[in-house]
């Protein structure tokens, strides 16, 4: 006997139909109650994708680092309770060709460091243990700003990822740490300028970059060092 699959069969029938546009916007008028549940299971997947945290990728497989610094407090306007803004742009690629196009993309918020731990507890956010004791440790000495990495696009990572967290230092030679799962580092000596020479356009007032490729030796500004 062969087994009954009705959802095999309403693919098959879909398949077949999927490439007339009369008969597929038929057969979405008739089965309202269907289409319902097509919605309800799209959204369901889309919210376990939206969720699960993207781990920066390890060290030695990142062939170039960027992380930029925002002054969201210049000229007249105060944009948002903070003042500073990090983003951190990891590339995958032996060559490459777009450079809007990350591998990996997060920004985050920076808090002062004698307040993060306070600002984390009363966030809406349930941040882990190891999260909360990240943040307690780079915060200790109260120098600096101390941020959790947040995803900025649908389907990258969650909201906020899980145990990744930076912190910032500006005050004489500026710094960065980035502490991830995957690694602890600390960026390439940050540049006014970006990687033509050019002053940095917008809010962004440093931007340290990276790279492990021979053939990118003129766009950084250093090296990273692993913790």
Request: proline letters at 6%; a neutral charge.
């Amino acid at each position: 006997m062969i087994p009954f699959n009705p959802v095999q069969d309403v693919v098959e029938h879909l398949d077949m139909i999927g490439n007339d546009k009369a008969l597929l916007y038929s057969f979405i008028k008739k089965n309202p109650d269907f289409v319902r549940w097509c919605e309800r299971i799209s959204d369901a997947q889309y919210r376990s994708v939206s969720t699960a945290v993207t781990p920066l990728p390890a060290f030695d497989t990142v062939t170039a680092l960027q992380t930029t610094v925002f002054d969201n407090w210049t000229g007249h306007e105060k944009r948002g309770p903070y003042q500073y803004g990090v983003e951190v742009k990891a590339y995958t690629a032996d060559t490459i060709t777009n450079w809007k196009r990350p591998n990996w993309k997060a920004s985050a918020k920076m808090w002062p460091a004698a307040d993060a731990v306070k600002i984390a507890k009363k966030s809406k956010v349930e941040f882990s243990d190891i999260t909360m004791q990240k943040i307690d440790g780079l915060s200790a000495e109260g120098r600096g700003f101390v941020g959790v990495m947040k995803h900025v696009r649908p389907g990258e990572g969650s909201p906020y990822n899980d145990e990744h967290v930076v912190w910032l230092d500006l005050e004489g030679d500026p710094a960065c740490l980035i502490h991830a799962p995957s690694f602890q580092a600390f960026t390439a000596p940050f540049d006014a300028r970006d990687a033509k020479g050019k002053g940095l356009v917008g809010n962004a007032v440093l931007q340290s970059r990276s790279a492990s490729s021979p053939g990118l030796v003129g766009w950084s500004t250093g090296s990273a060092s692993l913790v």
